[in-house]
């Protein structure tokens, strides 16, 4: 049976993937007592890669669906470091986000407004948390936006 957490993803249509696998010389998560500090997970969706640079070949709205991708792929790892047990999530305390984006591109706040706004709607208040939202010239891959989190479990 699902818990409360996995129940409102299905009522959103987000199935939560198999946590990814570390592409180098560190683990995806770590945890110290009630926090998570869980490595930075980039934009993928189930065709692969979300690539793209903002400013130059993508737009704001699908910057905002890979920052989306992003906080999926954050749920996974806290879902793996939890055991299965999502429901042991209690808030989301901080997130640093990097933007694939030029030099002249100021929206990265509105990008990554696509991950914080989906775990306000997952997770209500628990989902509000401390932020930032920078640029990068380049990201791994070439994906088009990489965020990392903090969160405290139960």
């Given at each position: 049976m699902s818990g409360r957490i996995?129940?409102?993803?299905?009522?959103?249509g987000v199935t939560l993937p198999?946590?990814?696998?570390?592409?180098?010389?560190?683990?995806?998560?770590?945890q110290l007592g009630d926090i998570l500090?869980?490595?930075?997970q980039i934009s993928m969706d189930a065709d692969g890669l979300v690539t793209g640079k903002l400013g130059e070949n993508m737009d704001?709205?699908?910057g905002q669906a890979a920052a989306k991708r992003c906080a999926v792929g954050l749920l996974a790892q806290v879902k793996a470091a939890c055991g299965g047990d999502l429901d042991r999530l209690s808030r989301v305390v901080k997130l640093t986000a990097f933007v694939n984006s030029t030099a002249d591109f100021t929206d990265q706040p509105k990008?990554?407004?696509?991950?914080?706004?989906?775990?306000?709607?997952?997770?209500?208040d628990a989902g509000r948390h401390a932020r930032s939202a920078v640029s990068a010239a380049s990201l791994p891959m070439g994906v088009a936006v990489e965020?990392?989190?903090?969160?405290?479990?139960s």
């Amino acid at each position: 049976m699902s818990g409360r957490i996995e129940s409102r993803l299905a009522e959103l249509g987000v199935t939560l993937p198999d946590a990814s696998a570390p592409a180098a010389n560190y683990v995806p998560f770590v945890q110290l007592g009630d926090i998570l500090y869980v490595s930075g997970q980039i934009s993928m969706d189930a065709d692969g890669l979300v690539t793209g640079k903002l400013g130059e070949n993508m737009d704001l709205a699908a910057g905002q669906a890979a920052a989306k991708r992003c906080a999926v792929g954050l749920l996974a790892q806290v879902k793996a470091a939890c055991g299965g047990d999502l429901d042991r999530l209690s808030r989301v305390v901080k997130l640093t986000a990097f933007v694939n984006s030029t030099a002249d591109f100021t929206d990265q706040p509105k990008v990554v407004n696509g991950c914080s706004d989906f775990l306000v709607e997952v997770l209500g208040d628990a989902g509000r948390h401390a932020r930032s939202a920078v640029s990068a010239a380049s990201l791994p891959m070439g994906v088009a936006v990489e965020i990392e989190g903090i969160f405290q479990l139960s």
